[in-house]
């Protein structure tokens, strides 16, 4: 055998086996997300310690390193499913290894005890507490950049690991277009926010009968439950740890008739992502979406655009009445359709509507920006946090807690990971654009009918898993890069008419 291919054949077996170390790893967690025992939590914990120490030696070794240079020297020899597994394995190793291991491990060292202050800060409503944790970090991230000598702007280095090609100067542009479409039109609607009610939703809902529900729409999106395990957890999520195991759950709560369905069918739309990859990527590192941004549209798209549209809801409002009868006798389907799309300007990014969401997100992305760049400095973040939160959405948050502490991403680390939402939700509108000159979409919602959406999505996206690249993706679904145009015009469309703006 040859030199080459005798390294291609130890790096398919030290994935293969990275891989499996992954799938008990997610198993563990799933298992730990859905009912195991929380005293045996510390034991389970231990285990993915050791688990995770197992797949790091896997990929980052002497030999790896050899055979990763010799087949990058390569690639044009390689099939694409090799290359393009070389390719993301390289750029990850690559990223490692520059950062010196002693540094890493005082990050990792930082990180995991940043996370813990977070939730205390959070609990106690008090950002000084968590700031000196914050500064560390990004501290540590500038350097980062300089080990991997980035040019250009920092941030690029972070957003490429979740939405490879993206860059700020892209998102700058993406998340100009969107202020200049939304602000204006969320400031229209919140004068006019008490006209519609959702009150209805917060009846009493008992949580078997939400479940029904819950199961039925993910039988009509098209998920394979017997590829497939659905069940509760306290936040929801999906698990595709292979093509033909593709977990999901959602979360229940008995005053709220929204949140376990939307959350059902989110994750739907994610799961339905990874049943659907072709077959000849089963057991490798491409089994999986191609970008975060492209899986997000995959679920806002079921969520929002496919969902809580009026053409789907006429179909499907009469079956929910007819599961909740009593609670819902007064409600007609006008008052249904308007109530569920309700948008209010809210302080919380997860409790943020369609409408409002993806401000929220700028509000976070400007501010990482800023902080890598230094033209932000940490302890001006709460006042900052406000500034933006009312020039963009009208509200001001009255403390840390429900402002600048809500999320865990930074005391993680994890920089550059937010835009990924917006991404989602504004592809998934472009998607829809692409998919309505293709397939009558409002006929098929308004008889229930998903199957040729699926099709559709299966041919444009989910086949190939992460064989293409997120920008190859959206232009051979789309057949234009991402454009945020059809966002804004999706959510001025659909609001204009459901608040009587001109
Ligand atoms: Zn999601």
């Known amino acids: 055998m040859d030199q080459k291919a005798e390294a291609l054949n130890r790096f398919r077996a030290a994935e293969e086996k990275s891989k499996a170390i992954a799938y008990a790893t997610s198993i563990l967690f799933w298992d730990a997300s859905t009912g195991a025992p ?25 030999q790896m390193k050899q055979d990763l240079e010799l087949l990058s020297e390569q690639l044009d020899t390689l099939e694409e499913i090799d290359r393009r597994r070389v390719i993301n394995v390289k750029k990850a190793y690559d990223r490692l290894m520059k950062i010196p291991q002693d540094e890493y491990e005082r990050f990792s060292a930082l990180t995991s005890k940043s996370a813990t202050i977070w939730e205390e800060a959070k609990e106690a409503s008090d950002f000084e507490r968590f700031k000196p944790y914050l500064e560390e970090i990004v501290g540590y991230l500038q350097k980062f950049t300089e080990y991997w000598e980035v040019k250009g702007n920092p941030y690029d280095a972070f957003i490429d690991q979740y939405e490879e090609g993206m860059t700020a100067e892209k998102l700058d542009v993406f998340f100009g277009t969107l202020k200049e479409m939304l602000v204006p039109l969320i ?5 006019k926010k008490d006209s519609i009610d959702d009150s209805f939703l917060r009846r009493h809902y008992p949580t078997q009968d939400q479940a029904k529900l819950s199961v039925d729409m993910l039988d009509r999106i098209g998920y394979d439950r017997a590829r497939g395990m659905f069940k509760e957890s306290v936040h929801p999520f999906t698990m595709g740890v292979d093509i033909d195991d593709v977990r999901l759950t959602t979360h229940y709560y008995e005053n709220d008739l929204r949140s376990a369905l939307l959350s059902s069918v989110h994750e739907g739309g994610h799961a339905l992502y990874e049943q659907n990859i072709d077959r000849s990527l089963q057991g490798t590192s491409l089994a999986t979406g191609a970008s ?42 006008e008052s249904f359709y308007a109530g569920l799309n309700r948008s209010v300007p809210s302080l919380i990014r997860t409790e943020a509507d369609e409408l409002t969401y993806c401000l929220h997100i700028m509000v976070r992305y400007e501010i990482e920006v800023g902080l890598l760049n230094s033209t932000l400095r940490v302890e001006d973040l709460p006042q900052i946090w406000k500034e933006k939160m009312a020039s963009y959405l009208g509200v001001v948050p009255e403390n840390d807690a429900e402002g600048v502490l809500q999320d865990v991403h930074w005391s993680e680390g994890m920089f550059g990971y937010f835009p990924t939402y917006a991404i989602g939700s504004a592809l998934a509108a472009q998607l829809e654009h692409a998919l309505r000159k293709e397939v009558d979409v409002d006929a098929c919602l308004s008889r229930g009918d998903f199957a040729p959406i699926k099709a559709w999505l299966g041919e444009k996206v989910h086949r190939f898993g992460a064989l293409k690249t997120p920008e190859e993706v959206v232009l051979y679904a789309t057949g234009e890069p991402l454009n945020p145009r059809y966002y804004g015009a999706y959510l001025t469309k ?3 008419e459901l608040y009587g703006l001109d």
């Open 187 to 191: 400031q229209k609607v919140n004068q």
């Open 38 to 62: 929380k005293s045996g939590a510390e034991a389970r914990s231990r285990s993915i310690g050791t688990l995770s120490g197992f797949e790091y030696e896997m990929l980052v070794n002497d």
């Open 292 to 333: 975060l941004g492209i899986h997000e549209s995959q679920s806002r798209l079921f969520e929002n655009n496919l969902f809580k549209s009026r053409s789907f809801l006429s179909f499907y409002y009469p079956k929910v009445k007819e599961t909740f009868e009593a609670q819902l006798s007064d409600v007609d389907f």
């Open 494 to 496: 659909k609001y204009s």
